[in-house]
């Protein structure tokens, strides 16, 4: 969403979050600028980590991320991560996850 609102000069900004027993979807789209197709090709713009970034962070938890665009026709990125990775307990403290720092 960070990037919908900072880069997209989006009017239009949709988010779903979708969970069932196979997995959790998170889709976020917007009707913004888009972004070119030789740049989603090429994982990112040089000097630019967003894309490659985003992708990583999805491989990290095991997620998957897929991101269609067109110019002047919006972007669309869909996270999905297998429910038994997302749906996992987790042993560390959540509240320092966010907060950075433990309670």
Do not use: C
Not at 61 to 86: C, D, F, H, M, R
């Amino acid at each position: 969403m960070r990037n919908a609102f900072r880069h997209s000069h989006a009017a239009r900004i949709e988010v779903e979050i979708r969970y069932d027993p196979g997995q959790l979807r998170l889709r976020v789209r917007d009707d913004g600028k888009g972004i070119d197709q030789k740049v989603l090709a090429g994982g990112g713009r040089a000097g630019h980590y967003g894309l490659p970034g985003m992708h990583e962070r999805a491989k990290l938890v095991g997620g998957k991320l897929a991101v269609w665009s067109e110019l002047e026709s919006g972007t669309e990125a869909e996270l999905t991560i297998p429910a038994s990775v997302a749906y996992a307990k987790s042993s560390v403290n959540r509240r320092w996850m966010f907060w950075g720092r433990s309670a």
